[in-house]
């Protein structure tokens, strides 16, 4: 007689089944922060070295932690304005861990952006990006049908055959332009996996990572003086709208940060077309060296919030330019 699965494994064994077939049969998405002006240079490119400063940034996502074997996501990034190369020079590394690091990814990347001052309100940043990206999949932890009728306690080895490469390595490449007008009007664009690499653990299988196209816009709004300068870590408002496309995913993000230094507050609707997904609440505190702030995604899809949602911090530390004067001025864009 064949041993009762508990509901817990019959999830597990759910969520891994899936991820097996994302990452064999169709082609991968990537990860999506939720405060995406908190991962600048993931967002887009042409956003390195737009604080001119030196800036570390360091982000961790948890995603329905109630269900067993989440997904879990972390970053680091550095970037910094240079005058010896008129331009924003950053590295940023990402590392994903999908089901209890059944399907884990690694991402080292190096960008590079210019600006160019097209009038005397209006700025341009042009942004590329260089990427090694490793997928590695853990055979081991697979479980298959072959062995469930054992019971999760006295699993035999499967009959399954492993793909012919559990590990794969791929070069990347990605571009970005933001627009900047007045410092209170800001707007960009990125692609992401210009190339499109092979996806696939099996040297026969046809899963390329789709391309990303993202676009993002926003205004600071001072509650004082409207549009017109003035310090708008004061007293003010940014709407803000992202969307984002890879492949036949698709996403809209509409909201808004309300700041009342030096606390940040915001809301978000995140939207995929076929249904909704997500009510975004943040709380950030700030400061003029560093910011830290914690976001929370409450889940209003089919799923439900029975996952337990996503859980998000990021955290931004803003060093000294030094001594030396930098001419060019950041362009203004929220910093969560």
Known sequence: MAAEIPYNMRF????ISLVLLTSTLVSAQDASFSQYYGNPMYLNPAL?????????TL??????????????????GYDQYIEAVSGGVGILVMSENMADGILTNTQVSAL????????????????FQGTYIQNKLNWNKLIFGDQLEFGPDNLPPTQESPPDRLSIGMI???????????????????????????????SNGDSNLEMKITAHAGALIDMRNGLRNGDVEDLSLSPNVMYQQQGKFHQLNLGMYLNI????TGIWFRHNFENPDAVILLLG?????????????????????????????????????GQKTVKQKAIKCPRF
């Open 12 to 15: 597990k064994l759910l969520l």
């Open 48 to 56: 390195t070295g737009l604080k001119i400063c030196p800036r570390l």
């Open 59 to 76: 982000n961790y996502r948890n995603q329905w932690p109630s269900i067993p074997a989440s997904f879990v996501t972390y970053s680091a």
């Open 112 to 127: 590079y952006s210019f600006r160019l001052n097209l009038s005397k309100n209006l700025t341009m940043n042009a942004g």
């Open 172 to 202: 990347d490449f990605s571009a970005g332009m933001l627009f900047g007008y007045n410092e209170r009007l800001y707007g960009g664009v990125a692609a992401h996996h210009l190339t499109q690499p092979d996806n696939s653990f099996y």
């Open 261 to 264: 230094y030096p606390l940040v």
């Open 285 to 321: 505190f700030q400061q003029p060296k560093f910011k830290v702030g914690y976001s929370y995604d409450y889940t209003v899809s089919r799923l439900t919030n029975k996952t337990g949602g996503s859980h998000e911090v990021s955290f931004a530390w803003q060093f000294d330019c």
